[in-house]
């Protein structure tokens, strides 16, 4: 259990810093897509919604939490990437 | 077919981390690639593409057996989905992201609730780190699922924008998280501890809301990229909770890219973050009343809409300068129809955007981009800052304090630092503006009664409307 979690730990720090590096000078035109887009992406916890709600051990209690949070998590990842495609179809470089 | 089922077996595991890695690698590049106007889009593809794989490949893990309940949470959430993001107009992103921000935050706590319920309800051990983890994700999970919920009710307008303070405010918030801390450490020493348990998650809940009532309109844009950040750390506290990478990874890039917008808008503000959280502007009515006072000598230059045009229509070069009244009247198809008017005209005309205009990184951005204004024209304060000295008209639309030149040499104005557009430097300011109250930080902006400043009073889209039929008929 250690070992896994300072694996954990070191998977985060990583993480966390490769964000930093990645995003660092985003131009201020993007900063809204950027958010609704990385948004989206923090959606990634629906993995765990369906582990919980699918999991061969689960009782009704757990099964609910876990349907539920699919389906908020869902609500962020599909609103969350078709919102930002939409703003992003209306940035344009010159009118057409 | 054994043969089939036992391959599978053995395989399906390494697949799926597979899977998770290509799927960490899309969001990175996704990521990377939202950095600029041209990959943008694609980057948000890639991203969905990742994000498709992922849910793809823990589908076919072996733990799972009722797919039909997993279905319907797909399916509902899908739909609900597709529809606001089809549905919400342009105007309502900022509340449109607060919601998501708080769906997100939901979503990790309702995944740590329901591993700890499963886990409790059979008995089986929970280890120390992994109560912890849980008790942490559900802290960061319910904060920013009420506070986003706050801070979209004030943005859609169903609670008042104005700052919510009372006595003893901080002091509440830090017995609120010793009291949150105390309850972890009784469900540590006893995981079956149900009331402890629900001890945390309420109280968590109520830091939410108390962290956000506090904090007014114009800050908003930081509180929703800090939010922004929260939901992405809530999604790795729960990777920790289920010992999911995937989830790690993509929790601590959403958390850094939160964390470097909060960062830009505090800067754009010459503020810290814990002044923002926890000390809001206009409380203190110290600096209110003394400008106030001294505002009884000075005059404001009034100018209609047919002499503004005239100095308009023959510019050399014209600054727009939009601000969050423009996004409240909803002018921004109009200030576009009156930048091509002037453009016919052979004006040059640009816009000036303050990094933390409006109620969220970017809003200004986003309204003009909706008014198919090119975002080669928008320009960054630090770029169109020198430019103001040889433009001939800055055109204030709604903006208050991001153009008020007290914050270059008051020191004791409270936005005394804070980085402005310098419209002042033009060789003409015309202010639209419904009337002469202050801006969000409670300060009077003496932009408004400079020589070269003329004041053109009313709503922004009824007076560029005129402006723009006044410029047509020169």
């Known amino acids: 259990m250690t070992e896994s979690l300072i694996t954990a730990i070191l998977i985060f ?38 582990l919980v709600a699918g999991g061969e051990t689960g009782t009704t209690l757990s099964t609910v939490l876990g349907v539920v949070a699919i389906a908020c998590a869902m609500v962020n990842v599909v609103g969350g990437f078709l919102v930002t495609d939409r703003m992003l179809q209306m940035f344009k470089k010159k009118e057409s | 077919m054994t043969q089939l089922t036992e391959t599978l077996t053995v395989w399906a595991p390494s697949g799926i981390q597979i899977a998770y890695l290509v799927a960490a690698a899309c969001f990175i ?59 919400v107009a342009m105007t309502d992103m900022p509340q449109m992201v607060g919601l998501l921000n708080g769906l997100g935050g939901l979503a990790s706590t309702l995944v740590a609730s329901g591993e700890y319920w499963h886990t409790v309800s059979h008995g089986l051990p929970l280890s120390t780190t992994a109560v912890i983890s849980i008790a942490a994700s559900i802290l960061v999970g319910n904060i920013t699922f009420t506070g986003s919920m706050v801070a979209f009710a004030k943005l859609q307008g169903i609670m008042s924008g104005a700052p919510i303070r009372f006595a003893l405010q901080q002091q509440l918030n830090i017995v609120l998280l010793v009291v949150w801390a105390i309850g972890s450490i009784l469900v540590v020493i006893n995981p079956a501890d149900l009331a402890g348990f629900a001890g945390i998650n309420v109280i968590s809940l109520l830091l939410g809301v108390l962290f956000v009532i506090p904090i007014g309109g ?53 503020r810290t973050l814990p002044s923002v959280l926890f000390s809001g ?18 005059t404001v230059r009034q100018i209609d809409p047919e002499e503004c045009a005239m100095m308009l229509g023959y510019a050399r070069s014209v600054v727009i300068v939009p601000g969050y009244g423009m996004a409240v ?47 080669t024209q928008l320009c960054d304060m630090d770029d169109i800052n020198p430019q103001f000295e040889n433009t001939d008209v800055a055109l204030v639309i709604g903006a208050n304090d991001v ?72």
């Open chain 2, 281 to 298: 502007f206009g409380t203190d009515g110290g600096a209110g009343t003394e400008a106030g006072s001294g505002t009884l000598n000075k």
């Open chain 1, 13 to 50: 720090t990583l993480a966390s810093f490769t964000g930093f590096e990645i995003i660092n000078k985003i131009p201020p035109t993007l900063h809204t897509p950027l958010m609704s887009g990385s948004n989206a992406i923090s959606g990634i916890c629906v993995i765990g919604a369906v």
């Open chain 2, 29 to 87: 590049i996704g990521l990377k690639k939202m950095g600029s106007p041209v990959t943008a889009r694609q980057g948000n593809v890639i991203g969905a593409i990742g994000m498709l794989l992922a849910v793809l490949a823990t589908l076919i893990d072996r733990h799972i057996l009722s797919y039909s309940m997993i279905g319907v949470g797909l399916v509902i959430g899908s739909v609900v989905g597709v529809w606001i993001a089809k549905a």
């Open chain 2, 329 to 375: 009247a909803q002018a921004q198809h109009v200030v576009r129809e009156l930048a091509d008017t002037l453009e016919r005209k052979g004006v040059e005309v640009r816009y000036a955007i303050h990094p933390v205009a409006g109620r969220m990184p970017g809003h200004m951005n986003v309204l003009l981009a909706e008014a198919n204004v090119p975002y």
């Open chain 2, 403 to 474: 153009v008020n030149p007290a914050a270059r040499h008051d020191r004791q104005s409270p936005i005394y630092g804070m980085p402005i557009l310098e419209v002042d430097r033009a060789k003409h300011t015309v202010v639209i503006k419904r009337g002469m109250s202050a801006g969000f930080s409670g300060v009077e902006n003496e932009l408004f009664y400079k020589e070269k400043t003329m004041m053109l009073f009313g709503s922004a889209k009824d007076a560029i409307n005129r402006l723009v039929n006044e410029v047509k008929q020169l």
């Open chain 2, 218 to 270: 114009g800050d908003m844009p930081v509180v929703i990229s800090l939010l922004n950040s929260l939901s992405g750390i809530a999604a790795g506290a729960t990777g920790f909770v289920v010992m999911n990478n995937v989830l790690i990874i993509s929790g601590a890039l959403v958390g850094a890219s939160g964390l470097i917008l909060t960062q830009i808008m505090c800067k754009a503000m010459n």
